[in-house]
């Protein structure tokens, strides 16, 4: 393939999942754009089509087949040119099967082989076969990936970890993204300088334990995330930062402080709980007991008194009593969430978990519908609390209708004013006047301020 003078093409990249899977996508494309590769929005006519795929629920793995059999007509429709690229969890998990069950598939590619896409498209084409690649290599990705990278806007993505150890009972993660990597500060660092250069105010680090994060410093030291998050709050343009998604047991003393003292650092964490049963934590293997969580919150809290949190809980894990059930209401109830995302456990091939009798789905459906009424209560009398604020917004662009300009709240709330400039990048105070379901609404404050 001829670098120098590549072809145009068009790549259709359909992304499901997690941040994580949308910051591998952008980072494709990067990839392919050298090649000739621009993205188009819908798969009809592409040359390539890569699915990024997620694996944490059946439900989200059970998409993949579904969309992968529309895909087929559109190949077929088209002459067979188009080539099909199955990547994420999906592809690391299931491997050989993809090409089984859907043989028109070119390409399965796992999370930690992104960098090497090139030549695995050459390869495919080459041997007019299917091609798999979804070794664990020992050099990380993120070592080979090109730094030039498409502008995100005012809030980036910065992947800075990836993969886990802690091997909770129900997960798939540690086996799909393989050992907790992190990326070294300087790396961390300069890309969040390049962020800055093309508009981004807000950085959002991500990682599937986040705050297990311990890259090498350029000072040759292991650096914790409340270190990187310091260096990162020192670059100018850095108006803010946020990083997701942590573990409890990894909620360090320093990065708790960092709460308090890094003036960048949003009062907003999610932090998934999963339960508020010592017996389930102690089943799932989370490593932490409820009331450490507990005692989590009240110190964030003590801290910076506008702290809030979001958090996960899966209902129905194998065990689980109807008194485990009401420990994580009780749980819910006492520390009052400003969002919360609940599953029904789903049973995940190859997790210690999936081994154990199950619960009824009944039973499930109607723990999970109980835990939910509970969580919509506290996430719209959260967003109703902020009606009458004054409070910083990070403009991101034009709102929806003429005149409007979108924004985000402290706690990442959509927030919509009425102004005729363009307030991309900037923070302005605003008064809430009205709270929507997912969006507030305000008025402009005159003055700027700087925090
Ligand atoms: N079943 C249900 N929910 C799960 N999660 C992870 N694995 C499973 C599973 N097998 C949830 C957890 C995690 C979130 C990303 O997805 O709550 O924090
Ligand atoms: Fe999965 Fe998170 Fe547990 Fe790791 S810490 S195994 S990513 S739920």
Redesign the pocket.
Known sequence: MNVSDPKPRRLHIVTHGCQMNVYDSARMADVLRPLGYATVDTPEGADMVIMNTCHIRERAADKVFSALGRLRDLKEAGGGGMMIAVTGCVAQAEGEVILKRAPYVDLVVGPQAYHRLPELIAQAHRTRGSVIDTDFPAEQKFDFLPDAAAPQGVIANLTIQEG?????S?????YT?GAEASRPAGSVIAEARRMVALGAREIVLLG??VNAYHGEGPDGRHWGLARLLEALAEIPGVRRLRYT?S?PADMSDELIAAHGENPALMPFLHL?V?SGSDRMLAAM??RHKADDFRRIVGRLRDLRPDMAFTSDFIVGHPGETEADFAATMALVRETGFALAYSFKYSPRPGTPAAALPQLDEAVKDARLYELQAELRRQQDAFNAATVGLTTPVLFTGAGRYPGQVAGRSLYAQPVVVESDTDLTGEVRTVTITHANPNSLLGSLQKEKIAA
């Not at 886990?164 to 909770?168: E, H, L």
């Not at 129900?170 to 540690?174: I, Q, R, S």
């Open positions: 886990c150890d802690k091997f909770c129900f997960c798939v993660v540690p993204r599937q334990n998604t573990h998934p999963q293997n989370r």
